[in-house]
Nanobody, 125 residues
Framework: VQLQASGGGMVQAGGSLRLSCVAS????????MAWFRQAPGKEREFVAA????????AFADSVKGRFIVSRDDPQDTVYLQMNSLKPEDTAVYYC???????????????????WGRGTLVTVSS
């Protein structure tokens, strides 16, 4: 499976962006996807997750109420709608995939089976 994230850019505080992650080569509808982010000088941190079936979602406390995660199973695509963006949301955003749901919502990057290249989000004040 190959993941390709896109949709990053520069936005002013209070603005919105929508990130997309396409999972090429996916053969099963099980498993889950997650978004992580990594700011300069910081560790990669969990942002949000969703199962491919769409029955479960999870969010980091820092983005609850502002970010929405969704998926289009037939299109093998996961989205992250980011609203009310803050300068502290500035980071490279990565999508990660899990082949099972056993560690759904994990904030440990090692629990994910594959990763895509990130997309940069810059929020100016």
């Amino acid at each position: 499976v190959q993941l390709q994230a896109s949709g990053g850019g520069m936005v002013q505080a209070g603005g919105s962006l929508r990130l997309s992650c396409v999972a090429s080569g996916r053969t099963r509808s099980s498993g889950a996807m997650a978004w992580f982010r990594q700011a300069p000088g910081k560790e990669r941190e969990f942002v949000a997750a969703i199962t491919w079936s769409g029955d479960r979602t999870a969010f980091a406390d820092s983005v609850k109420g502002r970010f929405i995660v969704s998926r289009d199973d037939p299109q093998d695509t996961v989205y992250l709608q980011m609203n009310s963006l803050k300068p502290e949301d500035t980071a490279v955003y990565y999508c990660g995939g899990q082949t099972s749901r056993h560690y759904f919502g994990s904030n440990y990057a090692g629990d994910y089976d594959y990763w895509g290249r990130g997309t940069l989000v810059t929020v100016s004040s």
